[in-house]
C-alpha cells in the first residue's frame, strides 16, 4: 500500500513538472517575452532572450557589399517586433522624473562573449558600468560594459529603450539585424537601475535561417527524419510482405514487431512534417508534435518489452511470463509516463539552443529504467541460452545467440555514445559546437531502426515460424515427468537388481521412440 501511494505521488510529481513545461512554451523561432523577470546578476538586472545557431546566406562571388547586406537582411536576421518594457505604476515620482532609466539589448555572437564586461582595477568583473570604471572614461556610468570585436566588425550590438520623464513604459523601434556570419548568437535584455524592480516585458523576436525558421542545430534533422521515414518504409515493405505471405504460420510475437514498426513510419513522418511547419512558419505545430513524441514513447516501450519477453523465452521455453507478467507490464507503464514526460519536455519547452540543466531531474528517472531494462534483459537471456543448451534445441539456440550477440554490441555502442555525449556537453559549455549537435540525437534513432531490422530479420514471418513455439519444451517437461514415476528396480535374494521383462522392454521401446522423435524434430528444424 505504501508502494502503492509512493508511485502515485511520483506520478503526480512528474505531471505537474511537464505541465510547468507546457504552460511556458516557448514559440519556435518566435521568442515571444510576456510573464519573465530580470534577475539579479551582479550589478546588472539580466533576462535571457534566446539564443540560436544562426548560418550565414551564401552570397554569389560578384555580388556587391550593398547587394550582400540586403541578401542577408532576407535570408538570415534576427527581428525586434514590438517590444515594450513597462515599469511598475509605485515607482518613486522622483525616479519617474530621471531620464536615465533605460534597458539595454546586447546581441553578440559567442566568439564575442568576453567582449561584453569590464572591471577596474582587475577585480570581480561587471556588467554595467561602474563609477571607477567612469572615472577611467571606459565607460559611461549605468551603461553596459562592452567593447567591439576584432574579428567581427560592428558587433557586438546595443540597443536601448528609455523611459522617458514620467512615462511608464519605454519602446523599442521594430528593427531588423541582418546575419552575414555563421555563429552562435546570444540576446540579453539588461538594465542596471535598481529602481525599474518590477520591469515587465512584452513583445517578440523572430530568428530566422536561409532556409527557414528553423534554429540551426534543428535544421539538419528535418532533412535526417525524411531519409528515416524512406528506411522505415523500405523495412516495412519487406516485413508486411512476408507477413501477408506466410499469415498462416504468424506468431504473437510477430504481430507485436509488427506494431513497433508501424509505429517507427508513424513516428519518422509526423517529425519530418513537423519540422517542415515549424520551418515554413516558425512556429512550432504542437498538435504534430505532441502525436510524433507520443508514437515514438509507445515505440520505444513496445520495443523493450518485446526484448524483454524474447530473452525470456516467452513463447519457446515457456508458454507464458506466469507471475512476471505484471512486474512486466509495471515496468513497460511506469517508463512510458517517465519518457513521455521528458519528451514533451524538450520537444515542447523553451526553443533556445542553451540546453538548461534543469531537465536532469526527468532524465535520471528514464535512464535508470533504461538500466533496469537492461539487466533484466541478460540476466532472462542467460537462462534462456542455458535451457535451450540443456535441451539441444540447436535451430533456436542459433537464433538466441544471433540476438544476444546483437543485443550486447548495441548496448556496448549505447555506452560508448553516452561517454561520448557527455564529452561533447562537457567540452561545449557555450555551444560553439552546434552545428554538430544534431548528430547525437539522430545517433539514437540510426542505433534503435538498426536494432529492429537485425530483430526483423531473425524472427521474420516464414514456413518454419512455428519452429519458435514451445511444443519442443513441453514435451521435454512430459519426458520428465514421465521419468518420476517410473517404478523402482526389484532386489533379488542374492541383492542383484533385476527389472522386470515388462519394465525393461517398455524403457527400451520409449527410448527408441524418444531418439526417433528427437531426430525428427531436429530435422524439422533444420
Known amino acids: 500500500m505504501a508502494a502503492d501511494t509512493a508511485a502515485a505521488r511520483a506520478l503526480l510529481l512528474f505531471l505537474a513538472v511537464a505541465v510547468a513545461a507546457l504552460l511556458r512554451t516557448g514559440e519556435a523561432s518566435v521568442h515571444e517575452y510576456s510573464g519573465l523577470s530580470f534577475l539579479n546578476k551582479g550589478n546588472a538586472f539580466i533576462l535571457h532572450a534566446g539564443s540560436e545557431g544562426l548560418y550565414a546566406p551564401v552570397s554569389?562571388?560578384?555580388?556587391?557589399?550593398?547587394?550582400?547586406?540586403?541578401?542577408?537582411?532576407?535570408?538570415?536576421?534576427?527581428?525586434?517586433?514590438?517590444?515594450?518594457?513597462?515599469?511598475?505604476?509605485?515607482?518613486?515620482?522622483?525616479?519617474?522624473?530621471?531620464?536615465?532609466?533605460?534597458?539595454?539589448?546586447?546581441?553578440?555572437?559567442?566568439?564575442?562573449?568576453?567582449?561584453?564586461?569590464?572591471?577596474?582595477y582587475g577585480g570581480q568583473k561587471a556588467i554595467c558600468c561602474t563609477s571607477d570604471l567612469a572615472k577611467l572614461g571606459a565607460c559611461a556610468e549605468g551603461s553596459v560594459i562592452y567593447r567591439p570585436s576584432q574579428v567581427n566588425p560592428g558587433w557586438p550590438q546595443l540597443f536601448v529603450a528609455s523611459f522617458d520623464g514620467s512615462d511608464l513604459i519605454a519602446t523599442l523601434p521594430s528593427r531588423t539585424i541582418p546575419v552575414k556570419k555563421t555563429g552562435m548568437y546570444n540576446m540579453y535584455f539588461i538594465h542596471c537601475d535598481p529602481a525599474l524592480a518590477g520591469l515587465e516585458i512584452d513583445g517578440k523576436t523572430i530568428w530566422k535561417n536561409p532556409t527557414g525558421y528553423l534554429p540551426g542545430r534543428m535544421a539538419p534533422l528535418k532533412n535526417f527524419f525524411g531519409l528515416m521515414s524512406f528506411a522505415f518504409v523500405i523495412v516495412g515493405i519487406y516485413w508486411f510482405y512476408q507477413y501477408m505471405k506466410f499469415w498462416r504460420e504468424v506468431l504473437p510475437l510477430q504481430n507485436c514487431i509488427t506494431l513497433v514498426i508501424t509505429l517507427g513510419m508513424l513516428e519518422m513522418a509526423l517529425w519530418y512534417f513537423e519540422y517542415a511547419e515549424f520551418n515554413e512558419t516558425g512556429v512550432r505545430a504542437k498538435a504534430i508534435t505532441f502525436w510524433a513524441v507520443t508514437f515514438g514513447t509507445?515505440?520505444?516501450?513496445?520495443?523493450?518489452?518485446?526484448?524483454?519477453i524474447v530473452s525470456m523465452g516467452y513463447g519457446v521455453v515457456r508458454p507464458t511470463l506466469g507471475g512476471l507478467t505484471s512486474k512486466v507490464v509495471l515496468l513497460g507503464g511506469t517508463f512510458f509516463v517517465a519518457t513521455e514526460i521528458l519528451e514533451l519536455v524538450e520537444n515542447l519547452g523553451t526553443v533556445n539552443d542553451l540546453s538548461g540543466?534543469?531537465?536532469?531531474?526527468?532524465?535520471?528517472?528514464?535512464?535508470?529504467?533504461?538500466?533496469?531494462?537492461?539487466?533484466?534483459?541478460?540476466?532472462?537471456?542467460?537462462?534462456?541460452?542455458?535451457?535451450?543448451?540443456?535441451?539441444?534445441?540447436?535451430?533456436?539456440?542459433?537464433?538466441?545467440?544471433?540476438?544476444?550477440?546483437?543485443?550486447?554490441?548495441?548496448?556496448?555502442?549505447?555506452?560508448g555514445w553516452i561517454g561520448y555525449e557527455i564529452y561533447f556537453k562537457s567540452t561545449d559549455v557555450f555551444n560553439e559546437r552546434?552545428?554538430?549537435?544534431?548528430?547525437?540525437?539522430?545517433?539514437?534513432?540510426?542505433?534503435?531502426?538498426?536494432?529492429?531490422?537485425?530483430?526483423?530479420?531473425?524472427?521474420?514471418?516464414?514456413?518454419?515460424?512455428?519452429?519458435?513455439?514451445?511444443?519442443?519444451?513441453?514435451?521435454?517437461?512430459?519426458?520428465?515427468?514421465?521419468?518420476?514415476?517410473?517404478?523402482?528396480?526389484?532386489?533379488?535374494?542374492n541383492g542383484w537388481s533385476v527389472a522386470s521383462s515388462t519394465d525393461a522392454k517398455a524403457k527400451k521401446n520409449t527410448d527408441s521412440v524418444t531418439s526417433f522423435d528427437e531426430d525428427d524434430e531436429e530435422n524439422k528444424r533444420e
Not at 456 to 462: D, F, I, K, R
Open 60 to 120: 554569389p562571388a560578384n555580388a556587391t557589399a550593398e547587394e550582400e547586406d540586403d541578401e542577408a537582411a532576407a535570408a538570415a536576421f534576427i527581428r525586434f517586433d514590438k517590444i515594450t518594457f513597462r515599469r511598475p505604476e509605485e515607482t518613486n515620482d522622483s525616479v519617474k522624473e530621471t531620464s536615465s532609466s533605460k534597458v539595454q539589448i546586447i546581441v553578440f555572437e559567442i566568439e564575442d562573449r568576453e567582449m561584453i564586461g569590464g572591471s577596474a
Open 434 to 493: 552546434w552545428q554538430y549537435a544534431w548528430i547525437i540525437p539522430a545517433f539514437w534513432h540510426a542505433l534503435s531502426f538498426s536494432l529492429l531490422c537485425v530483430i526483423s530479420y531473425l524472427w521474420a514471418p516464414s514456413q518454419s515460424s512455428m519452429r519458435f513455439t514451445n511444443d519442443a519444451s513441453e514435451k521435454f517437461d512430459r519426458e520428465d515427468s514421465l521419468s518420476l514415476i517410473r517404478p523402482r528396480p526389484i532386489i533379488s535374494n
Open 298 to 308: 509507445i515505440k520505444r516501450t513496445v520495443a523493450r518489452l518485446i526484448i524483454l
Open 357 to 415: 540543466k534543469a531537465r536532469l531531474f526527468l532524465v535520471y528517472p528514464v535512464a535508470i529504467l533504461d538500466a533496469s531494462f537492461i539487466v533484466w534483459i541478460f540476466i532472462s537471456l542467460a537462462k534462456t541460452l542455458s535451457q535451450l543448451q540443456a535441451r539441444r534445441l540447436m535451430a533456436k539456440l542459433d537464433i538466441y545467440r544471433k540476438f544476444t550477440i546483437a543485443l550486447a554490441i548495441t548496448v556496448l555502442v549505447s555506452i
